[in-house]
């Protein structure tokens, strides 16, 4: 069998899909916690599904941004592993950088006469291992944040605290817009000035309106991209 006939055979859509439906089921359970939890604060089913469908829409935007890598993917691994890999890890630069280093040690080039099974075989374990220092500290972390915050809340003015997660997220996604930032490309920057532009104007002037604020970032991210591709063409 031809090598692209393997990376794309039955099989590999099998075992692709074994990853994609345990994300399924993950999902369920996490939303059906998610709602038990709401409920159990005493939080109102109109805010609580106002922020899912807020989630639900800001998720709209990022997912246009690792098409034009994906399709480099699809070349390399193959439409199961690209399928199993963008629903799980969901960063195509990412898994573009795992591919490039896997294909280093193996010494072989991504998508040459040299790339081939054993190419393949370093990028999905390359790709594997990549996601075991961030989900080693969802595990060992992510249920120690509430009492984290609780903690806070009974030391801490509950006011101060609220600041302090809005800060959190603000220097989050700083942390993730600097690197595209420096060093200076007019596109990049360009973005960034027009999704935040957007998103302090939509803010502002639907203020009074609670589902547009709930679309805001989405849309801004929507914006950001294509007026960069309108100017720079």
Do not use: C
Request: hydrophobic letters at 55%; a positive charge; glycine letters at 8%.
């Amino acid at each position: 069998m031809e090598f692209r006939e393997i990376i794309n055979s039955p099989g590999m859509w099998v075992a692709s899909s074994i990853m994609i439906i345990t994300i399924i089921l993950e999902s369920a359970v996490f939303l059906k916690t998610g709602i038990e939890e709401a409920k159990r604060m005493g939080i109102p089913k109109e805010k609580w599904m106002a922020g899912l469908r807020s989630a639900a829409i800001t998720a709209i935007g990022p997912s246009f941004a690792p098409v034009i890598i994906m399709m480099a993917l699809l070349a390399v691994m193959g439409t199961p592993t690209t399928w199993m890999r963008m629903n799980d890890i969901g960063a195509a630069r990412s898994e573009m950088a795992m591919i490039t280093l896997a294909a280093k040690v193996a010494g072989v080039e991504p998508n040459t006469a040299t790339w081939g099974l054993k190419g393949f075989a370093y990028a999905l374990w390359g790709m594997a291992l990549n996601n075991v220092g961030w989900m080693l500290a969802a595990l060992l972390l992510t249920h120690r944040m509430s009492k984290v915050v609780a903690s806070m809340n009974s030391k801490y003015d509950a006011q101060t605290v609220k600041l302090f997660m809005a800060g959190s997220g603000i220097g989050l996604f700083s942390f993730l817009l600097a690197p595209a930032l420096v060093p200076f490309k007019v596109g990049t920057w360009i973005a960034a000035f027009t999704g935040a532009a957007s998103m302090v104007v939509i803010s502002i002037v639907f203020k009074n309106y609670p589902h547009m604020q709930e679309v805001a970032l989405g849309l801004s991210i929507v914006i950001g991209m294509y007026v960069t591709a309108a100017i720079m063409g």
